[in-house]
């Protein structure tokens, strides 16, 4: 991937789950302020969904890595960058998620 990828932002975790669109996110209900999960599939296409905590226009203070997120369903950012990690069924990846579109680093 080198150009822009359209994240899309599903509100159903099942369809999410069930679609596994390339690059697609389902975030957990969350209030301003609080913590939330935030699922997604490797922007690379390998099909490998993740979880990362964020906090809704904050840094929450967790154990291991969090990220900052601006709290738009429709076009969220996260900082900082997202490292999916080498393994058996990635390549690895790292880029930002920014005004809704993952961009490779």
């Given at each position: ?24 996110i ?5 209030e301003?302020?609080?913590?939330a ?5 490797c ?63």
């Amino acid at each position: 991937m080198t150009e822009p990828l359209r994240a899309t932002v599903l509100t159903d975790r099942q369809e999410h789950r069930r679609r596994a669109d390339c690059g697609s996110i389902w975030i957990a209900p969350c209030e301003e302020g609080e913590e939330a999960a935030l699922w997604f599939v490797c922007p690379c296409g390998c099909g490998q969904v993740s979880r990362i905590t964020v906090g809704h226009r904050h840094k929450p203070k967790a154990h291991g890595a969090t990220w900052t997120w601006n709290g738009s369903r429709s076009e969220p950012t996260l900082h900082p960058s997202v490292n999916v990690h080498r393994n058996e069924t990635c390549a690895g990846w790292h880029g930002w998620l920014r005004d809704g579109y993952w961009e490779v680093a």
